[in-house]
């Protein structure tokens, strides 16, 4: 969809912006191929980013089509599509094509994993295992290893020849001339040379000299590979796949259904046929359809999983309601201002996509690394082919050295140096409840020095409990509890839950309450047990003649200047106490946050809260910095400004409202506990819900990465030792096959050192 757009000085800008499906990439160096190409032509800015799939594209429309930027992109190399964005949101549960399409291609390459893997464990058995060398044993290696190198290595070919004709060398060209030139020679050595007679054998001796290669199959090579580079891919592609899910999480949150008013009467309808000015009902419990007026009606609104806000929002007539938020008290009727993508819950949708889509793209340490490693080592084998007819030998020995090169050149244990390091990282990682989803993750953790933690439901419990009970001169603390609890407990408002949730625990059964009354918004009034109970706000008791006195009037100032909700209590025309709820401190965040400190990490405290219960929340925990009374952009613009400000910023969240800040921040990190929306956006999940699991986490994904890092130093190291010995035409087949299966086994081993991570959480 074409959309106007303005530039950053906010003036309007001539050009036409366009997102575009790219697919075909199989590295961060493809994003760069096609971003460099499309910024080549006059007037276009593209921004194409790996990790989504995704191009953004500012182009002029007076000189420039839609369909001349895909030609851009298939003229690379690759396949491109318009998204088109839905004109009003449906159930987000269901895919569109747009994910249809990827998830099928994520289940081919499956496919393509299963397969692969199947055929080529007993060539590579065969291979390395004397034993099992039957009679033919090479030409059943070659029919099964076959299918893997045509077939299952088919998206490496075509990814470096792409590549070979925009003269760049990726890992892709590495793997497909590695592969290919191991069985192009093993179908020379089988049918032009005698490794194709029968009893044929390779030995199991580690002898480094000069031997017949016609009687030598590299097919274990070309085969096993193959399989272990396509195991790699499909887990970063799985992983990949996940980043849209904040977007779909998100919109899920909205109402499916609505109770439309039609000529007085309620009309089920579905979401998308909800139309500006129009007025619907939201009972108790549900959630509020879109974003509207309330013209009758009162209630407490639960808006936390949107504004952060631990304190529910008392709504009446004339009052501004968001959609997808809770009513947790009366039945409203509401006129609907904003729907579909004009919704705040949409906005923020739209805003963690755009927070998305501007993240660094991964640059793969190995794709970096191939980038100089490839060209070299083609360099060497050209070289060495040179060398040996320079040198008067024959010109099957001088090839020889040179397919040599290229077979060792081609490190198998690559293809499991980041995947296997990064299950048994993940999966250590399960058993302490954290989810880190997926490499690009591990990049972030090393750097980072700024922790941004939201304050409701990640420092706090994010639900509301008493907090104290402060009786006046001459009463009794669990009376004034029980007589407020009983009151309470014939409210569903939130407070009123809360403190009869604490009466109940703390006195045990309450009396029984006559005349209920839910007095708008100010608090309720009953009978117990012969008493008049008024319980509420303070004004609400100046309004009966009621006051509270001096030292009732202090707590209710220490309790508001803490953060926290004053309930004052009255019977028979006297104040009898005040009741301080709120949201509380989770028993381990302090610990959390000097955990954070030793890390070398600064946290800030981040909230839509009042700044007073922002700053005492603060005090206790042990953190300087506080930004306060922030909206759910103003967040994204924190960690934003942060960023500028030269830190590597990582942030804890748990709330919908978290969700665009979290795909913003370098690292995000999201409590298990949280919406469906936060976990998403978010990097690495905790599943506890404790925030001493963030420090476990960073520790974690620091030392994945580590290993990685070493994993990747070796599986290079061994063939680059080697190559030297290919080249002097010194390189048998079982030293080839033992180089590359002890790589394979080193790389696994120092990844499952990583099952002997400890958590600091006891």
């Known amino acids: 969809m074409i959309a106007p757009t303005t530039d950053s000085t906010g003036l309007a800008d001539d050009r036409a912006r ?66 088109r964005p839905e004109p009003a949101p449906t159930d987000a549960s269901q895919p569109d094509a747009l994910e249809a399409e990827r998830d099928r291609e994520l289940r081919a390459l499956r496919d393509r994993v299963v397969v692969s893997a199947v055929l080529a464990v007993p060539v590579v058995a065969m291979a390395m295992i004397p034993a099992l060398q039957i009679t033919y044993w090479q030409w ?8 893997v190198v045509v077939w299952g290595a088919l998206p490496f070919h075509r990814a470096a020849w792409s590549n070979l ?24 050595a089988l049918f032009l040379g005698t490794a194709g007679v029968p009893g044929m054998t390779h030995p199991f001796e580690l002898t480094i000299a000069r031997g017949d290669a016609s009687a030598d199959i590299y097919l274990e090579v070309a085969a096993g590979v193959t399989t272990f580079v396509l195991m790699g891919r499909f887990f970063e592609l799985r992983a990949r796949r996940r980043a849209g899910a904040a977007i779909r999480a998100m919109l899920d949150l909205g109402a499916k259904d609505v109770a439309v008013l039609r000529d007085g009467a309620e009309v089920r309808v579905p979401i998308a046929e909800l139309g500006v000015g129009q007025e619907f009902v939201v009972r108790p419990g549900e959630k509020v359809a879109t974003d509207g007026v309330v013209i009758s009606g009162t209630s407490a609104v639960d808006e936390s999983m949107l504004t952060g806000e631990s304190v529910p929002v008392e709504v009446g007539p004339g009052s501004a309601v968001v959609g997808a938020t809770l009513n947790a008290g009366g039945r409203l009727v509401v006129r609907a201002t904003r729907v579909g993508s ?18 660094a793209e991964v640059q793969r340490l190995a794709d970096r690394i191939s980038g100089v490693f490839v060209p070299v080592a083609i360099g060497i084998a ?12 024959p010109a099957s020995a001088a090839f020889t050295a040179a397919v040599a090169v290229l077979i060792i050149a081609c490190p198998c244990a690559l293809g499991l140096a980041t995947p296997t390091a990064l299950l048994v990282g993940t999966g250590r990682g399960a058993q302490l409840g954290i989810l880190i989803k997926g490499p690009e993750v591990l990049e972030s953790t090393r750097r980072v020095d700024t922790i941004v933690l939201d304050k409701t439901g990640t420092v706090t419990t994010g639900a509301m409990t008493l907090l104290d009970v402060v009786p006046a001169d001459g009463e009794d603390a669990a009376e004034v509890l029980r007589v407020a609890g009983a009151v309470e407990h014939a409210s569903e408002h939130p407070i009123a839950r809360a403190v009869a949730t604490a009466a109940e625990e703390r006195t045990g059964a309450l009396p029984a309450v006559v005349d209920f009354a839910n007095l708008e918004g100010r608090g309720v009034r009953g009978r117990v047990e012969g008493r008049d109970v008024l319980l509420g706000r303070g004004s609400l008791l100046a309004a009966e003649g009621v006051s509270l006195g001096p030292d009732l009037e202090a707590a209710v100032e ?21 009741l301080a ?145 290919a080249a002097a035409g010194l390189l048998n087949p079982m030293l080839a096959g033992a180089a590359m299966a002890f790589s394979s086994v080193f790389v696994v081993s120092n990844s499952l050192r990583l099952r002997t991570f400890r958590s600091a959480v006891r």
Request: aromatic fraction near 4%.
């Open 18 to 83: 366009v997102e575009l499906a790219i697919s075909g990439m199989t590295c961060a160096s493809c994003a760069a191929r096609i971003e460099k190409r499309l910024n080549k032509v006059d007037g276009v800015t593209a921004s194409v980013n790996y990790a989504t799939e995704k191009a953004r594209v500012l182009f002029p429309a007076a000189t420039l089509s839609t369909a001349d930027l895909i030609e851009q992109v298939v003229a690379a190399g690759y396949a491109a599509t318009e998204i």
């Open 558 to 578: 220490a309790a508001e200047g803490a953060g926290r909700t004053a309930v004052a209590l009255a019977w028979d025309g006297r104040a009898r106490g005040v």
């Open 581 to 725: 709820v709120g949201d509380s401190l989770k028993d381990t965040s302090a610990e959390a946050v000097r955990m954070l400190r030793d890390l070398g990490l600064t946290p800030v405290l981040l909230t839509g809260d009042n700044q007073r219960a922002a700053d005492a929340i603060a005090a206790e925990v042990g953190i300087d910095r506080v930004v306060a009374e922030v909206l759910p952009k103003d967040k994204v613009d924190v960690v934003t400004r942060l960023r500028h400000e030269g830190k590597v910023v990582a942030m804890v969240g748990d709330g919908v409202n978290d969700a665009a800040a979290l795909a913003a921040a370098d690292l995000g990190l999201s409590m298990g506990t949280g919406t469906d929306a936060a976990i998403a956006a978010s990097d690495i999940t905790l599943v506890r819900g404790d925030l001493r699991s963030a420090a476990d986490a960073i520790r974690l994904a620091r030392r994945t990465l580590g290993t990685i890092k070493g994993n990747l130093f070796w599986a290079f190291a061994y063939n680059v030792a080697a190559i030297p010995l």
């Open 342 to 359: 004009q919704t705040q819950l949409a906005q923020m949708a739209a805003l963690v996509e755009e927070a998305q889509n501007g993240k």
């Open 382 to 393: 050209v070289a060495a082919f040179g060398f040996w007819l320079g040198t008067g030998s």
């Open 165 to 188: 004709r925009h003269g760049a060398a990726t890992m892709d060209t590495l793997i497909s001339v590695g592969v290919g030139a191991a069985f192009l020679w093993s179908l020379y």
């Open 140 to 147: 059943l290696s070659l029919a099964l290893a076959a299918p």
